[in-house]
């Protein structure tokens, strides 16, 4: 095995070295991020069949869903990137095909996924709110163990920082600053290659991870009605996602200027999410929802009778 480096977490007072490759099969190469991206994906279906069944939707249909969306996803998500690095790209066509060589965008693929599952759900007559519902929390977990993919390859870091107690340094972040220290200087970012930075995939992981046990609890036991997780994923990812990706030294950027893209998105996100959020509480409390976005109550499994013994 090969192609490891050396970690180091100052503030905890640890350091290891850090395999990418988790083994190798002839000439070709498993890496950890693969297998961490297929273990939150694995994960989400798993958990959006175990809601589908409690809510009473075609396992058939979102089979459906979960093949369009995937399709459309990786698209979206390819699309997204290439979009805003058209500066590169628009040079290098033949590369924008090659998302095995990385370049893909969580915002990006998230749209792209909800265009699949709404066709999905068009297909395998599947209601769309209740999906919306479900596939936050499956976002959730999937983003919640990628960004340990992240980890993995040593990106997705955030800027120099000397006190944060997760605060992490090792040659091949300091390499990416020394390439890219001229680029973010000219956004208004200074950075050190020979200090610490902040890791910005712990936070984020984290703040998944948190957000997907409060949504949990929600839809369990306090969902007034459907979309409503969705709205809330919005207001908390987007809201998480403003703050972290200010720390980020790998943002995308609005043409030529110093907005970042996903803060920008993020932002438009909160409001409107929020907005939709508070709206459709308050016709809630009134009683004034229509019909179809009241939600089903779960199924639940009948009790096994009790056997008394005979006298």
């Not at 163990?145 to 340094?169: I, K, S, Y």
């Not at 949504?215 to 998480?240: D, N, Q, S």
Request: glycine fraction near 12%; aromatic fraction near 14%; include cysteine.
């Amino acid at each position: 095995m090969s192609d490891f480096t050396h970690v180091v977490f100052e503030g905890l007072g640890i350091e290891f070295d850090l395999p990418s490759i988790a083994f190798s099969i002839g000439n070709f190469d498993v890496h950890f991020y693969g297998i961490v991206i297929a273990l939150g994906f694995g994960l989400a279906v798993l958990y959006g069949g175990r809601g589908a069944w409690k809510w009473k939707m075609s396992l058939d249909g979102m089979t459906d869903v979960l093949i369009w969306g995937t399709i459309f996803g990786i698209i979206g998500a390819r699309i997204y990137y290439v979009a805003f690095m058209w500066d590169y790209y628009s040079q290098n066509l033949k590369e924008i095909p090659m998302i095995h060589h990385g370049g893909i965008a969580i915002y990006g693929g998230i749209i792209g996924a909800l265009i699949g599952a709404a066709i999905g759900c068009k297909i395998g007559k599947i209601n769309f709110l209740n999906l919306l519902d479900l596939g936050a929390l499956g976002l959730l977990i999937g983003q919640g163990f990628g960004r340990w993919g992240n980890f993995f390859n040593q990106e997705a870091f955030g800027a120099n920082t000397t006190t944060a107690l997760f605060r992490m340094w090792s040659p091949k972040i300091q390499a990416t600053l020394q390439e890219t220290a001229a680029e973010l200087s000219a956004k208004g970012m200074e950075v050190n290659p020979e200090l610490p930075v902040h890791p910005t995939f712990l936070y984020e992981s984290v703040w998944c991870f948190i957000s997907f046990i409060i949504l949990h609890i929600i839809v369990t036991k306090h969902r007034k009605f459907k979309g409503e997780i969705f709205m809330l994923y919005g207001v908390l990812y987007g809201a998480e996602r403003m703050v972290v990706e200010g720390m980020r030294t790998d943002s995308l950027y609005v043409a030529n200027t110093t907005i970042r893209v996903s803060q920008l998105l993020s932002g438009v996100i909160v409001i409107f999410a929020l907005a939709f959020f508070i709206y459709f509480m308050i016709r809630c409390k009134k009683g004034t929802l229509p019909q179809s976005m009241l939600p089903i109550i779960p199924e639940e499994r009948p009790k096994k009778e009790k056997k008394t013994k005979k006298a």
